[in-house]
């Protein structure tokens, strides 16, 4: 029997997320958990409209349970006498929830959770995808529980699902009207009476820096609507954090409703054993007095409250700074560096001493001063605050002084810096990452956008790898760094394409990081303390690499980067293409949060590749090639500045310094991609292959070498044989063919590729030509003339060689030689031909070849045959030889 049920004191989305789960589960009894709030035992008594199939819970046969449908709750202890049946061998349970996870969540094997503001809003899209039809009547009652939980769509819980789900709701017939009588009711003269006792008793308590107003009051008997009190008291005083403890007869009841992000009354009504969301929660207090439950309650805002933000949380750090000593000529140098515009002055141990904008220096530049030490022109009048300078005074300070970099300093030690886009950040956006870059004019568009990709992550990822991320921000926690997902991998979750190859970034020590890792995760670590990188491989071999936030430098073009310690946006910023620097934030406070900086959702959107700097492909040009293939991967197009700038590095010869094993390692990356020969025609349309080579050219000739490539790839990667081949000297083979011998040379010379390397892959292809023209004769060919042939071979080369023939015969050949003839094997052994008497020597090679042939062409089967042949052949020759010279 299935039962399908949802939380103690129901309310309208809870009676709503039964009904449409009875569309689910047509055969399903509903039942109500335990009772009813007052608003919805009203509702039965003064509908009329709507036959409800309820059963009483009395009337349920618990041993003949074998499914559990729970709705509007996942928590054990707040679905009454069900709570037994969970403890029930096999029984199938299915959840429906948009409450957040708490530690007491059921698990079931079928479940929806989505963070919406109802769970009536979950249903509403499940029965329109699936075509389920709605009475106007149920609409009404669906309507009724979205709008409830949602105060009319008003509530900041509320999500864009939520006004969907309302609008196909209205479409479906929903009744405002009605919806409207029975949320808006007068209160009664008990409840008036009530409320301005509240109003009376209310106390402020300033927890954390945030005001937050206790209410507690008795009554002798129950008033019905508490929530519909509090609410109205909320809005009346304008109080952005309640609590109400009431009393109401022999029971204890906790509401609270929150406008702040810093206060959570969900996780605040956990401790009581209630629940609900950040914004709207309540309990049913047990076990205490009402003055205890008022007590615990302050201690638990005390442990549970975040406090005000202040200067360390939005604050960027590090700071960029120079030695008062360093003449503006240099510094100029700086600030082109790391593309800032106000450089700290610091000196001894991290002492701040004052600051030097772009401006100052370039004037200085510009009267001829550039020899002067920055001390003689730095700004000392900066006003300064501490990390824990509340946001309220950053903002004064900022606005009103018109300071757009403000110092962060602790017993006078440079700490951090705030800008004016800091301050935006904080005031728009609410809690941004910490230690992002300390300059607000990296790239015109850089602002930060955020939004929370967790429902994304959770349908993308498997729970695997949810638990990894979520254990890499509480273990940059417990450090004291941030830690964000970054780059392809971010790109493709938001693309919806697997790729589990995770890149993290550390705000702090990678290195640490990674240590911490191996302690507490029983990982193992590859550190690579040069570049502040590590591989984290974990006990199951699942990998993460790991990199601490730098920003890098190129002293000349083509040349490898210079890397620094920075911070996320400057990390972010030295990447190629704007679609590559999203990050996700995994510490436990914003985890899920998807950081835009450079405008990469709009790209991905628009399905543009943008470079982020101007000076990216002559810094280093191997981008051009990514660029390319990200075009292509993803059925982009390069834009229009990207693209001028391409044409322009071409035009600069920036690839002239540029290293061949990078160009060759680029190469390999384009064969890597799904159809590698539409890349390169593209780098030969913006006349690029001239750097790999002068004579290198694409042709029709060459488009179909790599689509027969493909194919013979194809065709044995199903063959599962065991040995390998590299797909990179494979497709270069069907790059270079058209090639002179000398060019191939000069082209694989200049891709750095070793002196040995080339002796081979030139000796192979001109194998080719000759292997070639030897099947070709007119009669059949026998397996040990086929196995002569193409021995010598590599398994490269003979897949080539199949790909470039024409000829079905040859094809036949080289496909019987890879799957029967090159497996076989003599069974006879050198031992077994010493035991025949035959001396070890020259004759053992010559025989075991002669076995060979004999064997790929059938005349001997097994090592019987092989050895009847040996004394046949071998010993009979012997013993005349022997019976001539014998006296």
């Known amino acids: 029997m299935e039962v399908i049920t949802t939380h103690v004191n129901a309310d309208f989305d809870a009676m709503a997320s039964m009904l449409a789960a009875k569309k689910l589960y047509p055969d399903a009894m509903m039942t109500f958990s335990g009772s009813q709030e007052k608003s919805l035992r009203d509702f039965f008594v003064r509908s009329t409209f709507y036959a409800f199939d309820f059963v009483r819970i009395k009337d349920v046969d618990?041993?003949?349970?074998?499914?559990?449908?729970?709705?509007?709750?996942?928590?054990?202890?707040?679905?009454?006498?069900?709570?037994?049946?969970?403890?029930?061998?096999?029984?199938?349970?299915?959840?429906?929830?948009?409450?957040?996870?708490?530690?007491?969540?059921?698990?079931?094997?079928?479940?929806?959770?989505?963070?919406?503001?109802?769970?009536?809003?979950?249903?509403?899209?499940?029965?329109?995808?699936?075509?389920?039809?709605?009475?106007?009547?149920?609409?009404?009652?669906?309507?009724?529980?979205?709008?409830?939980?949602?105060?009319?769509?008003?509530?900041?819980?509320?999500?864009?699902?939520?006004?969907?789900?309302?609008?196909?709701?209205?479409?479906?017939?929903?009744?405002?009207?009605?919806?409207?009588?029975?949320?808006?009711?007068?209160?009664?003269?008990?409840?008036?009476?009530?409320?301005?006792?509240?109003?009376?008793?209310?106390?402020?308590?300033?927890?954390?820096?945030?005001?937050?107003?206790?209410?507690?009051?008795?009554?002798?008997?129950?008033?019905?609507?508490?929530?519909?009190?509090?609410?109205?008291?909320?809005?009346?005083?304008?109080?952005?954090?309640?609590?109400?403890?009431?009393?109401?007869?022999?029971?204890?009841?906790?509401?609270?409703?929150?406008?702040?992000?810093?206060?959570?009354?969900?996780?605040?009504?956990?401790?009581?054993?209630?629940?609900?969301?950040?914004?709207?929660?309540?309990?049913?207090?047990?076990?205490?007095?009402?003055?205890?439950?008022?007590?615990?309650?302050?201690?638990?805002?005390?442990?549970?409250?975040?406090?005000?933000?202040?200067?360390?949380?939005?604050?960027?750090?590090?700071?960029?700074?120079?030695?008062?000593?360093?003449?503006?000529?240099?510094?100029?140098?700086?600030?082109?560096?790391?593309n800032v515009n106000v450089l700290a002055v610091v000196e001894g141990d991290n002492r701040l001493i004052g600051t030097v904008s772009r401006q100052t220096i370039e004037r200085g530049l510009f009267h001829g001063i550039g020899d002067l030490p920055v001390r003689e022109l730095m700004n000392t009048e900066v006003a300064t605050i501490t990390p824990q300078t509340p946001l309220r005074d950053i903002q004064a300070l900022i606005i009103d002084r018109n300071q757009r970099f403000l110092p962060v300093v602790l017993d006078s030690r440079l700490m951090g810096a705030i800008t004016r886009t800091d301050l935006l950040r904080a005031l728009y956006y609410g809690a941004a990452p910490r230690g992002h870059s300390p300059d607000d004019e990296l790239e015109a568009g850089s602002l930060l956008r955020t939004k929370s990709v967790v429902k994304l992550m959770e349908e993308r990822l498997t729970p695997r790898i949810m638990d990894i991320l979520r254990d890499l921000g509480k273990a940059a926690d417990d450090l004291g760094f941030n830690a964000y997902a970054v780059g392809g991998f971010v790109r493709d979750l938001w693309l919806r394409r697997n790729n589990f190859d995770i890149d993290i970034v550390i705000e702090g020590d990678g290195i640490a990081f990674a240590r911490h890792l191996e302690r507490t995760a029983g990982a193992r670590v590859r550190p690579h303390e040069k570049f502040g990188t590590a591989v984290v491989v974990y006990p199951d071999g699942f990998k993460v690499d790991i990199a601490t936030a730098r920003t890098e430098y190129y002293e000349y073009p083509g040349a490898l980067p210079v890397v620094e310690g920075s911070t996320l946006k400057l990390d972010l910023y030295r990447r190629d293409f704007s679609i590559n620097t999203l990050a996700v934030k995994l510490n436990p406070r914003g985890f899920g949060t998807l950081i835009d900086f450079f405008g990469a959702i709009r790209d991905l959107k628009d399905k543009v590749i943008r470079v982020i700097q101007n000076l990216s492909f002559v810094e280093d040009p191997t981008r051009i090639f990514r660029a390319v293939r990200f075009e292509k991967r993803f059925d982009f197009s390069i834009g229009k500045q990207?693209?001028?700038?391409?044409?322009?590095?071409?035009?600069?010869?920036?690839?002239?310094?540029?290293?061949?094993?990078?160009?060759?390692?680029?190469?390999?990356?384009?064969?890597?991609?799904?159809?590698?020969?539409?890349?390169?025609?593209?780098?030969?349309?913006?006349?690029?292959?001239?750097?790999?080579?002068?004579?290198?050219?694409?042709?029709?000739?060459?488009?179909?070498?790599?689509?027969?490539?493909?194919?013979?790839?194809?065709?044995?990667?199903?063959?599962?044989?065991?040995?390998?081949?590299?797909?990179?000297?494979?497709?270069?083979?069907?790059?270079?063919?058209?090639?002179?011998?000398?060019?191939?040379?000069?082209l694989l010379a200049r891709l750095m590729i070793g002196h040995q390397d080339q002796k081979r892959m030139i000796g192979q292809l001109e194998r080719v030509t000759s292997a070639s023209r030897k099947l070709s004769v007119a009669r059949e060919l026998v397996p040990s003339e086929i196995y002569r042939i193409l021995d010598p071979l590599m398994l490269e080369t003979l897949l080539f060689m199949m790909a470039m023939s024409a000829n079905d015969t040859i094809r036949r050949y080289i496909s019987l030689f890879i799957t029967r003839l090159k497996a076989i094997r003599v069974e006879v052994t050198g031992d077994d031909l010493r035991s025949l008497g035959i001396e070890p020597g020259e004759i053992f090679s010559v025989i075991l070849n002669d076995l060979l042939l004999q064997r790929l062409d059938g005349k001997v089967t097994d090592r019987g045959s092989e050895l009847f042949y040996v004394r046949k052949t071998y010993l009979k020759e012997r013993e005349s030889v022997a019976h001539v010279i014998s006296p």
Do not use: C
């Not at 300033?206 to 206790?214: A, K, L, P, Q, S």
């Open 62 to 338: 618990f041993d003949t349970v074998d499914r559990l449908i729970l709705v509007d709750i996942r928590q054990k202890d707040r679905i009454g006498p069900f709570k037994r049946l969970l403890d029930k061998p096999n029984i199938d349970v299915h959840i429906y929830d948009h409450h957040p996870d708490s530690d007491k969540d059921i698990t079931g094997s079928h479940q929806v959770i989505r963070p919406t503001g109802a769970t009536a809003t979950i249903f509403a899209k499940i029965l329109q995808e699936r075509n389920i039809p709605l009475t106007p009547d149920e609409a009404t009652i669906m309507m009724l529980g979205i709008y409830e939980d949602t105060g009319s769509l008003t509530f900041t819980s509320t999500t864009p699902e939520d006004l969907t789900a309302a609008a196909f709701l209205l479409t479906t017939g929903a009744n405002l009207n009605i919806v409207s009588d029975m949320l808006t009711q007068e209160l009664t003269a008990d409840q008036v009476q009530m409320l301005g006792e509240m109003l009376r008793n209310r106390e402020t308590h300033t927890i954390n820096g945030i005001d937050v107003t206790i209410v507690a009051i008795t009554k002798e008997s129950y008033v019905g609507d508490l929530a519909v009190l509090v609410h109205k008291i909320k809005d009346m005083e304008n109080l952005n954090v309640l609590f109400v403890l009431a009393l109401l007869g022999d029971r204890t009841y906790l509401v609270a409703r929150s406008r702040l992000e810093e206060v959570d009354v969900g996780e605040i009504a956990l401790v009581f054993g209630g629940g609900g969301h950040s914004t709207a929660a309540s309990a049913s207090v047990s076990g205490m007095t009402l003055v205890e439950a008022k007590e615990k309650l302050v201690r638990v805002l005390h442990e549970k409250v975040n406090p005000v933000r202040t200067a360390a949380e939005i604050m960027s750090f590090p700071v960029k700074s120079v030695s008062p000593d360093l003449t503006l000529r240099d510094t100029a140098e700086m600030l082109s560096r790391y």
């Open 642 to 746: 990207t693209e001028k700038l391409i044409k322009n590095a071409v035009k600069l010869n920036v690839f002239d310094r540029l290293a061949g094993i990078r160009l060759l390692s680029e190469l390999e990356l384009i064969f890597d991609e799904e159809d590698p020969y539409v890349i390169i025609e593209r780098l030969s349309s913006f006349d690029l292959l001239k750097f790999i080579h002068p004579n290198l050219k694409t042709s029709e000739q060459m488009e179909a070498r790599f689509s027969k490539v493909k194919e013979v790839r194809s065709w044995y990667d199903l063959l599962f044989l065991p040995e390998t081949y590299d797909k990179n000297s494979l497709f270069l083979f069907a790059l270079i063919w058209d090639l002179t011998v000398d060019d191939r040379k000069g």
